[in-house]
Nanobody, 127 residues
């Protein structure tokens, strides 16, 4: 069965860095688009970064220039490197996979485009 397991969350000071990982299993990883999302309790989920099958990335304006999404297809793992962290980056972070049966060449930041989700990992940034 499909599993997405995030890790790497924790606490950081403003200006610091964290790297999140998402280990994927149960499907042929390299064929599908992947994304990172975040959500603060009581607020809408925000798509922050996504990557397609040839590793072309898309970013939300809120993280552009600070966060970098990448993937290691040999390890079936998705990453997001988060630099210059701000207190407003505090959220639960989720990875997601778009496993619909089509060739995904444009990775979306819309949550509705993804049909499998991890359990999330908390990131807390203090000022």
């Amino acid at each position: 069965r499909v599993q997405l397991v995030e890790s790497g969350g924790g606490s950081a000071q403003a200006g610091g860095s964290l790297r999140l990982s998402c280990a994927a299993s149960g499907y042929s990883y390299s064929r599908y688009c992947m994304g990172w999302f975040r959500q603060v309790s009581g607020k809408e989920r925000e798509g922050i970064a996504a990557i397609d099958v040839v590793s072309i990335a898309t970013y939300a304006d809120s993280v552009k220039g600070r966060f970098t999404i990448s993937q290691d297809t040999a390890k079936n793992t998705l990453y997001i490197e988060m630099n210059s962290l701000k207190p407003e980056d505090t959220a639960m972070y989720y990875c997601a996979a778009d496993l619909r049966p089509y060739d995904c060449h444009v990775a979306s930041l819309m949550g509705s485009e993804y049909n499998y989700w991890g359990q999330g990992t908390q990131v807390t940034v203090s000022s």
